[in-house]
């Protein structure tokens, strides 16, 4: 079974400083890993994946996550947080046993607010 | 490319009456679909699976034939919410999966239902 855990309920930044969003994940397999943002009231955007290759992934808006296997994660980064960036991010995975019918699994959820 | 369309984004009806609601995939074939419902604690909760031109999956606990699904086109599916009940108020997202690619989801805006 799949499974992706983000053990951070709320993450605190002040503008300009760096931040990280944490996502740790269990699958029986090798790992599909993606992250999602969320504005108040609107669907799910993708921000980045990880499929395989280089560790350090970079996607929309200057983020960045990094895949650590023997840690099994795969945190989310930026070096430098807007007030902008304040919103709800989600971590997910997928198994790499492909069929149209595997799911994607979500983790709770990490509300990111950044301060002026 | 790979935008989701979902409509309508807010709909207020009454108990006892149905709802239904549209997610369409614009610039690309989706053969699989994906109903999530959002909780006001922000978790995302897998509703079914959408396959075009056959029956839904249904996750565990959901009333399949409360919450009825249908994809009968690779652009179209509908979630339909029969006799709804305020205990179904919620926001309901959609999501189509990406054939091109690694299969990562592209969401819709999300549905906020509110049953009176």
């Known amino acids: 079974a799949q499974s992706v855990a983000q053990p951070e309920d709320q993450v605190n930044v002040a503008e300009g400083n760096p931040l990280t969003v944490k996502c740790t994940y269990s699958v029986s397999g090798n790992p599909y890993l993606f992250w999602y943002v969320q504005y108040p009231n609107r669907g799910l955007q993708f921000l980045l994946k990880y499929i395989t290759g280089d560790n350090l992934v970079k996607g929309s808006y200057g983020f960045e996550a990094e895949f650590n296997k023997s840690q099994t994660s795969f945190h989310l980064k930026k070096p430098s947080a807007l007030v902008s960036d304040s919103a709800l991010y989600f971590c997910a995975v997928r198994d790499i046993m492909y069929s149209s019918a595997s799911k994607i699994i979500f983790g709770s959820g990490t509300r990111l607010s950044i301060r002026p | 490319g790979a935008v989701v369309s979902q409509h309508p984004s807010r709909v207020i009806c009454k108990s006892g009456t149905s709802v239904k609601i549209e997610c369409r995939s614009l610039d690309f074939q989706a053969t699989t679909m994906f109903w999530y419902r959002q909780f006001p604690k922000k978790s995302l909760m897998l509703m079914a699976t959408?396959?075009?031109?056959?029956?839904?999956?249904?996750e565990q606990g959901v009333e399949k034939d409360k919450f009825l699904i249908n994809h009968a086109s690779l652009t179209l599916s509908t979630l339909t919410v029969t006799s709804a009940h305020p205990e179904d108020s919620s926001f309901y997202i959609c999501?189509?999966?990406?054939?091109?690619?690694?299969?990562?989801?592209?969401f819709g805006e999300g549905s906020r239902l509110t049953v009176l």
């Open positions: 959408s396959n075009e031109g056959s029956k839904a999956t249904y």
């Open positions: 999501s189509a999966r990406y054939q091109g690619g690694t299969g990562e989801l592209f």
